[in-house]
């Protein structure tokens, strides 16, 4: 009757610790797809995210927002040139050079509305060769090796029932935790992509105010911003590496619950982190 019992246990034992080390793999593998998707992610230019809505993005700026565009520079330059006129004294000190000023003011002010699309997505390829450079030097990988495994597997084997059972309820706890956590890092990443484009559709309304001094603010706080979307990527990158050093710390080997806890801590700095980063970088460019 011992020996049937005894059975009765180590099967209930073997099958715990198995339920145990399939939800400790799963977590990781979905941690460590998760990370390598957000690597990958913002390491893209709008037009390499999504094809289909970079274009429909360019062809609405270009097609619904240049014309509002063109009749704001149209208003900004005749204020600029009556600026000029009343800043000499009603033209009572004349000087042609002030219409040659103006003339060449409002040449580049055209020229940068017209190359709006072209002046934005060099941001981006600014940003994206950072972020890539960036890529290269922060390799982390939230992959827990094999020799770890087996040692937390051994660990476990030697373990009662009424302990595993409970590391068996935490780590499913754990783990359903992590998967949530892992759409939110998703639609922390997805979302800001999103923003660039919502930026980008806008994007000749503020370069059409380049052509004056007070209403040029716009403009620089434009670029400001489209700078600071660009490098959000790359302190989204600094994030993640700091946050696979801070996995790689964990050890299995001797507190089990306390470790998986940690995991699941250091997963929710990483997505308070991310959800930082777009003030941190607006707050460094001075973009509001």
Known sequence: MDSIIEAIEDWFRGLLVSGIMSNVTNTFSSLNHQVGEIATEVGRTPANFSPTIFNMIKDLSENVIMPIAGILLTFIACYELIQLVIGHNNLANFETWIFWKWIFKTFLAVTLITNTMNITMAVFDVAQHVVNNAGGIIAGSTAIDDSALAAMESTLETMEIGP?????????????????????????????????????????????????????????????????????????????????????????????????????????????????????????????
């Open 164 to 288: 595993l059972l409970s590391i068996y309820l935490q780590s499913f706890v754990v783990q359903f935790l992590i998967y949530i956590l892992s759409a939110l890092i998703f639609v922390i990443v997805y979302a800001r992509m999103i923003e660039i484009y919502l930026m980008v559709s806008l994007a000749p309304i503020p370069f059409a105010t380049f052509g004056n001094r007070e209403q040029s603010m716009i403009g620089q706080n434009y670029l400001r911003s489209l700078f600071a979307l660009g490098f959000q990527g790359f302190l989204i990158m600094v994030c993640v590496g700091i946050y696979a050093v801070l996995i790689q710390t964990v050890a299995f080997t001797t507190d089990i619950i306390g470790s998986l806890w940690g995991v699941m801590g250091y997963t929710i700095l990483l997505a308070f982190t991310l959800f930082k980063t777009g003030a941190i970088a607006k707050s460094i460019l001075h973009a509001h």
